[in-house]
């Protein structure tokens, strides 16, 4: 199924029609109503480009949480080092 985007329209007023003086069409409020519109091939391209971006940042957190969770294990029984700790501080406030 291709993809598509969503788009909402919200309520709006539709003018009467008027023909010759006489009203042919009364003016009505058209209630709101959402549309799929698909995307171009330039947006597929872009969203398969995401997705890609996407799977490699989630194997780099999974990689990254494994490391982690080697160092709490060292510090929790004392076998850490200094730089496994300044290693450890910088990845949990993001600076690796």
Do not use: C, N
Not at 29 to 51: I, K, L
């Amino acid at each position: 199924m291709p993809r598509h985007h969503t788009i909402g329209h919200p309520a709006s007023w539709v003018e009467a029609v008027v023909v010759d003086g006489l009203e042919v069409t009364p003016g009505y409020t058209r209630p709101p109503y959402q549309e799929d519109v698909e995307f171009t091939p330039e947006e597929e391209t872009a969203r398969d480009a995401e997705e890609v971006q996407a799977a490699i940042a989630q194997a780099e957190s999974g990689e990254k949480e494994v490391i982690l969770k080697e160092l709490h294990e060292k510090l929790k029984d004392d076998t850490i080092t200094s730089s496994e700790m300044r290693k450890m501080l910088r990845m949990e406030r993001g600076f690796e």
